[in-house]
T-cell receptor, first 112, second 113 residues
Framework: GENVEQHPSTLSVQEGDSAVIKCTYS??????FPWYKQELGKRPQLIID?????GEKKDQRIAVTLNKTAKHFSLHITETQPEDSAVYFC???????????FGDGTTLTVKP | NAGVTQTPKFQVLKTGQSMTLQCAQD?????MYWYRQDPGMGLRLIYY???????DKGEVPNGYNVSRLNKREFSLRLESAAPSQTSVYFC????????????FGQGTRLTVV
C-alpha cells in the first residue's frame, strides 16, 4: 500500500519568515495530494491540494509543489503569521474508489 | 448545511464494554471514512466505504466493525473496548473517494479505562 513520510515533525519560525514542509510518497499511481491544517482541538480542514497533472499551485501565501519523478511534494507558507500555528498533514491518494494515506503531521509554531 | 456530524463528542468506556460511534453527512457524498488519531501520529484509516453498500478495511481495522446504513450514515462499532482504542476518532466524507477533498466531523474523544 501507499506510504507517506512527512518532515519535519516540528517546525518553529519567526513571524514573517517562510515555512516549508516536505512529504514523500511510495505509490507512483497516486494522483491527488491534499494538505490539511488542524488547529488544536479542531477537525482537519483542507488548505490546498494539487493533482498529478500540475507541478505547482498557489493560493495567496500558500503554495504546493509536486515532483512526480522524485515522488515528493512540499507545502510552502510565506510571510507566516501566529494564526498559521497548527498541525499540518499531507496526504496522497488515487482513484475515485480509493482513500487518502496521511503523513504523521508537522507541528508549526510561529513566534510573534 | 451541517456538513459531517459525529456523536458523541466525548465518551468514557470500561474495558470490555461496547459502543457505536455515529456519523452522518448532508453533502450527498459517495465516500465515507473512519480515522483514528493518536498523539504524534497522523490519521490512520480504520474502515472506509467507497459508495453506499460497500465497506473495506483500512490500515488498522482490528477490533472495529462498520455499517454503511445508507448514503448519509456510516457507523463505527467497538464490540469489546480495550485501552489501546483510547484515541480521537474522526469521521470524514468525500464526493469521489480519494480524488477529492475530505470533509471531517468534529471528532469523538474516546477513553477506555
Amino acid at each position: 500500500g501507499e506510504n507517506v513520510e512527512q518532515h519535519p515533525s516540528t517546525l518553529s519560525v519567526q513571524e514573517g519568515d517562510s515555512a516549508v514542509i516536505k512529504c514523500t510518497y511510495s505509490d507512483s499511481a497516486s494522483n491527488y495530494f491534499p494538505w490539511y491544517k488542524q488547529e488544536l482541538g479542531k477537525r482537519p480542514q483542507l488548505i490546498i491540494d494539487i493533482r498529478s497533472n500540475v507541478g505547482e499551485k498557489k493560493d495567496q501565501r500558500i503554495a504546493v509543489t509536486l515532483n512526480k519523478t522524485a515522488k515528493h511534494f512540499s507545502l510552502h507558507i510565506t510571510e507566516t503569521q501566529p494564526e498559521d500555528s497548527a498541525v499540518y498533514f499531507c496526504a496522497a491518494s488515487k482513484g475515485t474508489a480509493g482513500k487518502s494515506t496521511f503523513g504523521d503531521g508537522t507541528t508549526l509554531t510561529v513566534k510573534p | 448545511n451541517a456538513g459531517v456530524t459525529q456523536t458523541p463528542k466525548f465518551q468514557v468506556l470500561k474495558t470490555g464494554q461496547s459502543m457505536t460511534l455515529q456519523c452522518a453527512q448532508d453533502m450527498n457524498h459517495n465516500s465515507m471514512y473512519w480515522y483514528r488519531q493518536d498523539p504524534g501520529m497522523g490519521l490512520r484509516l480504520i474502515y472506509y466505504s467507497a459508495s453506499e453498500g460497500t465497506t473495506d478495511k483500512g490500515e488498522v481495522p482490528n477490533g472495529y466493525n462498520v455499517s454503511r446504513l445508507n448514503k448519509r450514515e456510516f457507523s463505527l462499532r467497538l464490540e469489546s473496548a480495550a485501552p489501546s482504542q483510547t484515541s480521537v476518532y474522526f469521521c470524514a466524507s468525500s464526493s469521489q473517494g480519494g480524488n477529492t477533498e475530505a470533509f471531517f466531523g468534529q471528532g469523538t474523544r474516546l477513553t477506555v479505562v
